[in-house]
């Protein structure tokens, strides 16, 4: 098990690093503009199952080889770069003129944070830097601090990007009337970050 001191000295390092604006905050704050609170939460639970996945998968070790491969990590890029674009895409050609059933709208929140996450190679640079430095071997099963850990970070995310989603969503309801500016300020952030996941190196 993990070492109750060690763990008091993670959460606030995972909250500091949490509140950090990244690509998933920006993720969340323009999907809350777009389509409001409940999708910003929804992709954010999206994006702290996909951070569970990638801890998990350090923790078996397989992240490390994905890191060490240039290939897979370019592989993974590019999906995420394609996905970004094509999300961004998406928001440029809604015509508000139809809205999509309910029942849609949260699985793909959900399915959109998710493969955000899992397709951001940094992700995996991140937790192999950061979560190993608080794993102690002799304290017990690896996996399981890998986990404990990953779930600390993850119910952080998933709160803090909640929360910027809906004030992002209280933004939306403001620019409502100008439907086309919420069309054309969401696909300007899904754009952003697709530019920024190209321009990402390994080292």
């Known amino acids: 098990m993990v070492d109750p001191i060690v763990l008091l000295a993670f959460i606030p390092a995972a909250l500091a690093l949490n509140l950090t604006p ?4 920006m993720f969340c704050l323009g999907l809350g503009i777009r389509q409001g609170p409940g999708a910003a939460w929804r992709a954010s ?10 801890v998990l998968l350090a923790g078996l070790g397989l992240s490390a080889i994905v890191a060490s491969a240039p290939l897979a990590f370019d592989v993974i890029r590019w999906i995420g770069v394609a996905y970004l674009l094509w999300l961004a895409w998406q928001a440029l ?3 508000g003129e139809t809205a999509a059933p309910a029942g849609q709208i949260r699985a793909d929140a959900f399915r959109a944070g998710l493969l ?28 399981l601090q890998f986990l404990i850990f990953g779930a600390v970070i993850g119910v952080g995310g998933f709160v803090i990007n909640g929360c910027v989603g809906t ?3 209280a933004l939306g309801r403001r620019l409502a009337r100008g439907s086309r500016v919420l069309d054309w300020l969401t696909a300007g952030i899904f ?13």
């Open 191 to 203: 754009t952003a970050l697709a530019g920024r996941l190209a321009l990402l190196e390994r080292t």
């Open 116 to 143: 955000v996450n899992l397709t951001n190679p940094k992700v995996i640079l991140f937790v192999l830097a950061f979560v190993p430095q608080f794993v102690d071997p002799q304290a017990g099963p690896v996996l």
């Open 93 to 95: 050609r809604n015509t």
């Open 22 to 25: 990244g690509a998933d905050m």
């Open 45 to 54: 639970a999206g994006i702290s199952t996909g951070g569970m996945i990638h």
């Open 167 to 169: 004030f992002a969503g």
